[in-house]
């Protein structure tokens, strides 16, 4: 059986400006007035919002199949399910539960398409891609451990799973499912206000760069069961307080 | 006079009527200028079966067979269906006695119909007061558990012809060849309704696909059935103007499960119930898999002069409800 795939060239050339942008930004001097970053631990706190960019998501294939005399299955048409890259907004709250250990709960909505590509009829219509309007919105809780720390920068680790709520054409149909995510990225921090004295509490502000692999289970139900993967990045302005 | 005599010939070379106005093929009849889906109201179904043998079958295994069939369309959960084994009579099908009466007759002038089924309806309602349903004793029959080579299996026409006595007209999916005037052979097929059996020896019509399920849900449906269950509706148009007679296909990738239904009006409308919810995939083909006749009893407004053709989105099936309008737009032949 024939299985097409499409390209995913446009949205990892999305990516690759993305994080060229991106980083010239975090490569933008500090100011001449900050100071030395103090301790992370001095930072309990981060709040963080931004930009959500979901790759691909391939969610498998299925045939509608009649069924022969001899019970072999008859392909009236074969699908090929995704849902197509999708953009939206992320937040996150972390409690810094060791000096390189936070524990975040994550917000985030998306909005794109769920897609099929029809092929192989068995009647000769033409294929055709056809699509629909959807969107999640998930909550999740990981775990964010810093595996490099530098007075201005910090590379992490992250892994968690949540609730996620998928809705496809508005709100007409709501599925609920399971969605999890591991990946690392690096915040730059640009703005430092330390801490004055040994109990005081400083703040900081930088940009967040993270590149995580999405895992998803059930919700719309747009294809066979089972796991579905699919890469993304965001990019967030970081508060630590 | 209330009472009035309506004869059906249906399964593998059929007779329809002029379907319902929603969802599915129902059998219907005109009542007062407008078409009425047939069904009963009085349940449980009783009914006889005649005490006769015939070759390969008893009248005990008939109806042990019968009543296995009864028990496959009354086991749909989405469906409130009952049927109530009366006894055996002498009297043969399609007699008017105002009893529904299953048996075995011999018409080796029907030689393209394994069976049939008629009814007596109430001509003010369109409720079925009766039917019958007669298996051609000409053809060789069996009730073996694994079926019989050449032989055609009891149960499978007997859930077929059922499927009309509920009030259940033919499913379009399935594929065709043609072997000569009249005949035809299945290909392939997704529905114990599709007008033309497996062939002899054949048992897989012993199941109801999916199709079937939503057919008598949407007949008898169950309070779960449209809490749990939505529709699609759209149109089928040819160079902007209305396509009756298309047979309409929508799958689930979610599920896998394949449903169709036919364009019933001159705007080419139709409506498709019974879905769990997803996303479908549509798909609007002419009805050239079987005669006719088989669907709708005047066929001078079918067309079949188009190519298959898929709907421009997908269709989004909440539960409970309607995820609005599609348009499929059919290239002409």
């Known amino acids: 059986m024939i299985r097409r795939r499409r390209s995913s060239a446009p949205f990892w050339r999305y990516i690759a400006s993305l994080g060229v942008v991106l980083g010239a930004a975090a490569a933008v001097p500090a100011p001449a007035s900050a100071q030395p970053a103090p301790p992370a631990r001095r930072y309990g706190t981060e709040f963080a919002i931004g930009g959500l960019v979901v790759g691909p998501m391939p969610l498998g294939s299925a045939s509608a199949d009649y069924v022969a005399p001899n019970g072999g299955l008859l392909p009236l048409f074969d699908t090929d399910m995704s849902l197509a890259p999708a953009f939206g907004l992320q937040t996150h709250l972390g409690f810094r539960l060791a000096p390189r250990v936070m524990a975040e709960a994550t917000g985030s909505w998306i909005r794109g398409n769920a897609r099929a590509e029809v092929v192989d009829d068995f009647e000769g219509a033409s294929g055709v891609t056809l699509s629909e309007s959807m969107s999640r919105f998930a909550v999740e ?16 680790l992250r892994g968690g799973a949540g ?10 149909l709501a599925e609920r499912g399971i969605i999890g995510n591991v990946g690392a990225g690096v915040k730059y921090w640009w703005r430092v206000r330390p801490p ?11 940009l967040r760069l993270d590149g995580h692999v999405i895992v998803r289970s059930k919700g719309l139900p747009l294809g066979p069961g089972g796991l579905h993967v699919a890469p993304a990045v965001s990019s967030e302005l970081v508060v630590g307080f | 006079m209330r009472r009035s005599l309506l004869a059906l010939t249906l399964c593998s070379a059929c007779l329809g009527l002029t379907a319902g106005t929603e969802a599915y093929l129902k059998l219907g009849t005109e009542v007062g200028g407008r078409i009425v889906p047939l069904r009963w109201i009085q349940q449980p179904i009783r009914y006889f079966v005649t005490n006769r043998d015939v070759s390969g079958v008893t009248a005990i295994e008939l109806q042990t067979a019968v009543a296995r069939a009864f028990a496959s369309w009354s086991g749909v959960s989405t469906a409130v269906v009952s049927a109530q084994f009366a006894g055996f009579t002498g009297s043969d099908p399609f007699v008017e006695d105002a009893a529904s009466v299953i048996g075995f007759r011999s018409r080796p002038d029907l030689e393209h119909v394994l069976g049939s089924t008629r009814f007596e309806l109430d001509a003010v309602t369109g409720e079925i007061l009766a039917s019958d349903i007669f298996l051609n004793a000409a053809f060789q029959w069996s009730v073996a558990a694994g079926g019989q080579a050449s032989r055609y299996d009891v149960e499978s026409i007997a859930l077929h012809e059922i499927g009309h006595l509920l009030g259940l007209s033919h499913s379009a999916l399935g594929e065709t060849e043609v072997l000569g005037p009249e005949s035809r052979r299945v290909i392939a097929k997704r529905a114990v309704m599709f007008p033309i059996a497996y062939p002899a020896g054949n048992i897989d019509d012993r199941t109801l696909e999916a199709d079937d399920v939503a057919g008598v849900s949407d007949i008898y449906s169950s309070a779960a059935f449209n809490r749990s269950f939505g529709s699609i509706s759209g149109r089928v148009t040819l160079n ?61 407004g079918v067309n079949i002069n188009f190519r298959p053709a898929y709907a421009s989105k997908l269709a989004v099936v909440p539960a409970g409800g309607s995820g609005g309008t599609i348009e499929i737009r059919v290239p002409s032949k």
């Open chain 1, 163 to 172: 609730w996620m709520q998928e809705l496809a054409q508005g709100s007409t």
């Open chain 1, 141 to 156: 809780g990981s775990i964010v451990l810093a595996v490099a720390e530098r007075p201005r920068s910090a590379f992490f």
């Open chain 1, 196 to 206: 004055v004295g040994p109990q005081g509490r400083g703040h900081r502000l930088g």
């Open chain 2, 240 to 300: 902007g103007v209305g396509v009756f007679g298309a047979h309409i296909v929508a799958f689930n990738p979610g599920t896998g499960v394949t449903t169709g239904t036919f364009s019933l009006t001159s705007r080419g409308d139709f409506v498709l119930a019974g879905l769990s919810p997803g996303a479908y995939v549509v798909r609007a083909e002419p009805l050239d898999d079987a005669d006719l006749d088989g669907f709708f009893d005047s066929t001078a």
